[in-house]
Structures are given as structure tokens and as C-alpha cells.
């Protein structure tokens, strides 16, 4: 009897310690549990930080390609075709390889939402220089036409990449805006610092003057690219534009150099026929190759009304240059305005 009773009671010490391990196990972890809900910034800070450290070099590399991209509107005409064909190919491959870097960083949780808006910049930044590299590939491997110029399809790729730059920027912009509040500061990063050769003229002017620039022999050429008047039409009939009622008007026009030849001293006349009390105006441009020039307001012109109206923009080089001038025609008419009535009162 007096081993059994030591025994159970050996059994029942066992089963009391046994609970006491349970109950401290508890304690511990119900005081881990609470230290760390009580200071979650360190843990949250070592996470952030390492993410941004991985992210760091990618937006560096991401900003020194968008840089080369800005010297191809720069120095792409003054440069081999071989090596322009490389930048933008090596571009396009980084830009691509960049996006695809960072989505698998797998961001902490508090960073979703940024990590989110820089694969964004990053997928449209590797969509722009895709679509930049496919504009230019046929001009610098001879694929396009003659030296007027790069069809439409060329012209539409520069242009949505420009505006993909400037999405992608915008991205970026946000993405370091949204960033924690944790003492981390982003760099700049910016591939649309300037939008203006992304625009349909000076992009055409640009693949124009690439096309002449693979030419070794000199290539003198301007073309006039758009004819425009104030007031602007408000109507057509046929061919023939429909001004509104004015006693004059101005007229702007956007002019290029399409050749690999500088183009100094050239006159713009715009002249209209049959003439009114104003016949022509004229101004004076110097360009460059690939750079397209926009005069605005030539004026005041000084149309008949209520005829067909021939509007002439000429552009004309110097005596002796090889360039030959271009010219393109406008038709407008300003209806003449309605005969003034006059009523007599009966006599008395």
C-alpha cells in the first residue's frame, strides 16, 4: 500500500509539473506576443530598408537609360547607325530586364502599394523604349522610304513612347510619395525631361533627317510640314476651307530640315491670291538637320470676301544654295457678310 500511495503520488507530482511547463511556455509567448505587437517599427524598418537597398541599383541603371535615350535626339544624327542601333537595342533589353527584376523582389506587405506603382513605371519605361527601337530599326537598317520622310507608322511608335515616358514618370513620382515615412528618401528618376521630339512633326523631321544621315553624300532639304491660319476654319466645302467673317488674318507655319545638311538665311513667304489690301508676309528661319521650326502669327493678311481665296507658303533658300524650295497650298474662302438693309417709313 505505501508503494502504491508513493507512486500515484510520484504520478501526480509528474502531471503538475508537467501543467506548471505548460502554463510558463504560455507566459512566454503570450509576452513575446505582445512585445512585438507593441513595436513593430524595427521589424518594419530592417524590411523596408532591405527592399529599397535591392531597388535601389535598378532605378539607378532605369534613370542612366533614359539619359542615353535623350542623346539619341542629341547626337543620333552625328552617330553611326550600328552604334545607335545598339543603344536603343541595349535599352530595350535593360528596360525590360529592370521590370522583370523587380517583380520578383516580393515586397513586404506595408510595401504593395509602392512596389506596385514602380513595376508600373517600369513595365511602361520598357514598353516605350520597345516601341522606340521599332521605330527607328527600319531607318537604320535601310528599310525605309525615300528621303521625305518616315510614314505615319514610325511617327505613331515615337509618339506613344514619349507618352509612356511620361506615364512612367508619373508612376515613379507616386511610388516615392508613397513610400513609409521611415527617414528613406528615393531618387529622382525621369525619361520625359523633355517631351518635345516625342511630338508627331519633330518626329517626323527627325526620322527624316536619320534617313539622310546614312547617306554619305550631301542631302539639302526642307519641307514644310503644316499651314494653319487664325481664324481657323470652321467648315470645309470640297477642298476648300471656310474662314470665318474677318478683315484679316495670320497664318503659322511648321517648317523642317529633312536633309544632313545645315539650312542657314531661309525665307518663309505666305501669299495670297487674288490679293486684298495686305498681299504677302514673310519671316526668316535657320535650321539644322532633323529640327523643325514652328513660325507663328505671320500676319496680317488681308483676304478678299466672299471668293476663293489661294493661300501660297513658300520656303525659300538663297541664291546659289543647292536646296531646293518647297511650297504647299491652302484654299479658304471668307463668306461675305450679308448686305446691309435699310427701311424707309411711309410719308405721312
Not at 506576443?33 to 539607378?60: E, F, H, M, N, Y
Not at 533627317?209 to 499651314?227: F, G, W
Not at 471656310?242 to 539650312?263: A, F, I, Y
Request: proline share 9%; net charge negative.
Amino acid at each position: 500500500m505505501a508503494l502504491a500511495s508513493r507512486s500515484a503520488r510520484r504520478g501526480g507530482e509528474g502531471s503538475r509539473w508537467l501543467l506548471v511547463g505548460v502554463v510558463i511556455t504560455l507566459f512566454v509567448l503570450l509576452i513575446a506576443a505582445s512585445l512585438k505587437s507593441r513595436s513593430p517599427g524595427p521589424g518594419q524598418q530592417l524590411a523596408t530598408g532591405a527592399w529599397i537597398d535591392r531597388v535601389l541599383p535598378i532605378v539607378t541603371t532605369s534613370t542612366e537609360e533614359g539619359q542615353q535615350l535623350a542623346t539619341i535626339w542629341s547626337n543620333g544624327l552625328q552617330t553611326p547607325a550600328p552604334s545607335l542601333t545598339t543603344l536603343v537595342n541595349q535599352v530595350a533589353s535593360g528596360a525590360s530586364h529592370a521590370y522583370q527584376q523587380v517583380v520578383l523582389l516580393h515586397p513586404p506587405v506595408s510595401l504593395d502599394g509602392a512596389a506596385g506603382l514602380l513595376e508600373a513605371c517600369l513595365l511602361v519605361r520598357s514598353e516605350a523604349a520597345t516601341s522606340l527601337r521599332d521605330a527607328l530599326r527600319p531607318v537604320l537598317t535601310g528599310g525605309a522610304g525615300g528621303s521625305s520622310g518616315a510614314g505615319p507608322g514610325p511617327v505613331t511608335a515615337i509618339q506613344t513612347a514619349g507618352d509612356d515616358m511620361q506615364v512612367g514618370d508619373q508612376a515613379y513620382r507616386l511610388f516615392t510619395q508613397s513610400l513609409p515615412k521611415l527617414g528613406l528618401t528615393m531618387p529622382a528618376s525621369v525619361w520625359a525631361s523633355n517631351p518635345a521630339p516625342y511630338q508627331p512633326v519633330a518626329a517626323a523631321a527627325f526620322l527624316a533627317s536619320l534617313q539622310s544621315a546614312m547617306s554619305t553624300t550631301p542631302v539639302h532639304e526642307v519641307k514644310i510640314y503644316a499651314v494653319s491660319t487664325s481664324p481657323a476654319a470652321e467648315s470645309s466645302q470640297g477642298g476648300t476651307q471656310v474662314l470665318p467673317d474677318s478683315s484679316t488674318m495670320s497664318v503659322t507655319v511648321v517648317v523642317g530640315d529633312v536633309g544632313n545638311q545645315s539650312e542657314n538665311d531661309l525665307t518663309v513667304t505666305a501669299s495670297i491670291v487674288p490679293v486684298g489690301s495686305s498681299a504677302s508676309v514673310r519671316d526668316f528661319v535657320d535650321l539644322v538637320p532633323g529640327q523643325a521650326v514652328t513660325i507663328e502669327a505671320m500676319g496680317p493678311l488681308a483676304p478678299p470676301q466672299g471668293v476663293t481665296v489661294t493661300l501660297t507658303v513658300t520656303v525659300t533658300p538663297p541664291a546659289g544654295s543647292p536646296t531646293p524650295p518647297a511650297t504647299q497650298k491652302l484654299t479658304f474662302m471668307m463668306p461675305a457678310p450679308p448686305p446691309t438693309t435699310t427701311t424707309t417709313a411711309p410719308s405721312a
